[in-house]
């Protein structure tokens, strides 16, 4: 039985990340030989992304979305809106160096604006005072870059626990861990925490959502999957994030909508 190589103890970070990534890469790709019939030709791979679905749901089902509905029962909406203010502005900071990166001088002053604004003025992020101010948020990230620079996305992938991506963005995702301001706080348990809090705080606000394409009689994979390489394409354009289109998003102050009868 051929034994599978281990990363040194001395690799950390994005290389240990990177090595993982390439093992999965290549799980998906030696199960992906087991193809559906007429697949779609953005998605070779449906018969592992299938199967990784159904494992991502069940462990949602089990664990992270149990979790997300006790996070909106005991947490106020205005504490959970500034949560993801927080969170939404420090994802700002890469953003601005992925917009530099593709030279979008527009969006790149834009999202410097945004950071800044929102951190001495909005309290570390908590407040949203750029968007009040009217200053678009332009949502970027490395695997974006990639993009803007030639870079095809690649067949759809969907990721155990981080559910859809492409194979450029998985590609991706060790520089986008890099760039991630959360990666560099300490003590560790402190970062952990903020981890934690992003992981739950991004399935709270995924409950509406999920409710409506739980209720709804279509096949939830190819769905998601076609809504996620829509809105990864809007992104590559850059289109910039209004404050109607963040209000639109956060209707209803967040509150779990009721569950779709069974």
Not at 91 to 119: I, P
Request: glycine content about 8%.
């Amino acid at each position: 039985m051929t034994n599978i190589p281990q990363p040194s103890g001395r690799v950390q970070g994005p290389a240990r990340a990177a090595f993982w990534l390439a093992l999965v890469l290549g799980a998906a790709l030696l199960t992906g030989c087991a193809t559906v019939a007429n697949p779609d030709p953005r998605d070779p791979l449906e018969s592992y992304n299938r199967s990784m679905t159904n494992f991502n749901e069940q462990l949602d089902a089990l664990v992270l979305k149990p979790v997300a509905i006790a996070y909106q029962d005991v947490t106020p909406p205005p504490v959970r809106t500034g949560v993801s203010n927080f969170f939404a502005n420090i994802g700002d900071v890469w953003s601005f160096v992925n917009n530099v990166l593709q030279l979008r001088g527009e969006a790149a002053a834009s999202t410097f604006m945004r950071v800044n604004v929102n951190t001495f003025m909005g309290i570390g992020g908590v407040l949203d005072i750029a968007s009040e101010l009217g200053i678009d948020r332009y949502k970027q990230d490395f695997g974006l870059t990639l993009g803007h620079w030639g870079m095809a996305t690649g067949p759809y992938l969907v990721l155990p626990i981080l559910g859809p991506s492409t194979v450029r963005d998985t590609l991706a995702l060790p520089v986008d861990m890099k760039g991630n301001v959360i990666g560099y706080v300490d003590p560790v348990s402190a970062r952990n925490s903020l981890y934690v809090l992003r992981a739950v705080d991004v399935r709270a606000n995924l409950l509406r959502a999920g409710s409506v394409l739980d209720s709804a009689a279509l096949d939830k994979y190819s769905f998601t999957r076609d809504v996620f390489l829509q809105v990864r394409s809007q992104q590559q354009g850059g289109t910039a994030q209004n404050a109607e289109e963040k209000e639109e998003r956060n209707a209803n102050d967040g509150m779990l909508p009721e569950e779709p009868p069974r």
